[in-house]
């Protein structure tokens, strides 16, 4: 795919008859992320969700500017310390291993729906304290969410069902502090002004949300990409060494956020060449400015050991995502686990039959895989 460096930014049609600006170039994708005349903060009408479902949507920091942002940024960022992330490895392995013990008995699985999702899915409700025979319905619950207006009429219901349950789930906590995820957030909220109740509550909504269908995607993404070309597989699984770069690429190539949540012109912002009204939607199509070949040498072809690889897969800006270190633990623990595992590991169909979802969102839905091929 060659781009015409002219167009990274461009007016859209979008089907319901209203219009967007797409940002496809890295370097307008940069200068947009980190741009404070873009805002992030929605209106109601916006979701199309009633009053008090969507005040729990629109606390969420993701949608919010300084200096509402920087503040329960800087509350939640205590959390995802390199050190605290760090400190969850152990635990993460052993969920891992479990996971691999519990399908290696089969000579086919499918691997997203066995490993890449209930993995991530399993760590974030574990860290937020969310029960056991909770998590199935917070995985429906939050897949509607996440899937953006392609399932707009289930979201009123699965988010009244989420909201319901985490302010159970914070009620039920508060009594009892742990020292995990959830903990660490009652604990800001118990020193004074700080976090509120539906701010808790929105904090806990986002994490779920942000947290497991993206690095569900990365795992599965990253896993068909090694064995597309099976070459790359078995590079990797002898030279585990080059596994975070590897990620990298797999974030660059295939980011699982395609196109990030859409920021509003607070006033006429030129970019690209572009004069972009005040008033206007802009999306960042981090998949295109990933695939820019002004910044990435071969940007469509897969480089294992890509020594430069300033993606643009996890934002950039202050909305940088702020669980980058714990997606990038959890991969490498996956990768590992599946080639130690597995080392045989390959496709169990065509490569095109391959299940994935495209749309601001983009990852495999069905990877068959053999275990151990004869
Ligand atoms: C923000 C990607 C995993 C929590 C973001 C943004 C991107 C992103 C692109 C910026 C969105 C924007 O600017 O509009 C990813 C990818 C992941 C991943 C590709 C996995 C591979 C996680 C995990 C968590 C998380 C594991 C938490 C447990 C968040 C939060 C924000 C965010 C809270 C909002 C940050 C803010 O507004 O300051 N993520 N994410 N993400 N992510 Fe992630």
Redesign the pocket.
């Known amino acids: 795919m060659s781009r015409d460096p002219d167009a990274g930014v461009q007016a859209i049609e979008l089907p319901d008859g209203t219009s967007a600006w797409f940002v496809t170039g890295y370097q307008e994708a940069r200068q947009a992320?980190s741009d404070p005349r873009l805002s992030k903060v929605l209106k109601a009408e916006e979701l199309g969700l009633d009053p008090e479902l969507a005040s729990a949507m629109l606390r969420m920091?993701?949608f919010l500017d300084p200096p509402d942002?920087t503040r329960l940024?800087r509350l939640i960022s205590a959390a995802f310390t390199p050190r605290r992330v760090e400190a969850l490895r152990p635990h993460i392995e052993r969920i891992a291993a479990e996971m691999l013990d519990a399908v290696a008995g089969h000579e086919t699985v499918d691997l997203v729906e066995t490993f890449a999702y209930p993995l991530?899915l399993q760590v974030?409700c574990e860290l937020l304290g969310v029960p056991v025979e909770d998590r199935a319905e917070f995985r429906t619950w939050s897949a509607i969410v996440a899937a953006g207006p392609a399932r707009r009429h289930e979201q009123p219901e699965a988010l009244a069902k989420l909201l319901t349950r985490i302010r159970a789930l914070l009620a039920d906590r508060a009594a009892r502090p742990g020292d995990d995820l959830l903990g660490d957030l009652l604990a800001v909220r118990e020193e004074g002004d700080r976090l509120s109740e539906d701010e808790l509550t929105s904090m806990v909504f986002?994490?779920v949300i942000?947290?497991h269908e993206?690095?569900a995607h990365?795992i599965g993404s990253g896993v068909f990409v090694l064995l597309d070309d099976r070459d790359r597989w078995l590079r990797l699984r002898d030279e585990p060494e080059l596994l975070p770069a590897a990620i990298e690429e797999f974030?660059r190539y295939e980011?699982?956020?395609a196109v990030?949540?859409q920021r509003t012109a607070t006033e006429v912002v030129e970019l690209g060449g572009q004069s972009i009204p005040a008033g206007s939607r802009v999306m960042v199509r981090?998949a295109d400015a990933n695939r820019d070949g002004t910044r990435f040498q071969d940007a469509d072809e897969v480089r294992l050991q890509r020594a430069q690889n300033p993606h643009l897969?996890?934002?950039h800006g202050?909305?940088?995502?702020?669980?980058?270190p714990?997606?990038r633990l959890q991969a490498q623990i996956a990768f590992t686990a599946l080639m130690t595992r597995f080392p045989g590991l390959e496709l169990a169909v065509p490569a095109g039959e391959v299940g994935w979802r495209s749309d601001f969102q983009r990852g495999v839905t069905r990877l068959p895989v053999r275990l151990r091929p004869a």
């Open positions: 992320l920091m993701l942002h940024r991530p974030i986002m994490l942000a947290g993206t690095t990365l974030i980011p699982p956020i990030t949540t981090l897969g996890f934002g202050i909305h940088y995502c702020i669980g980058a714990l997606a």
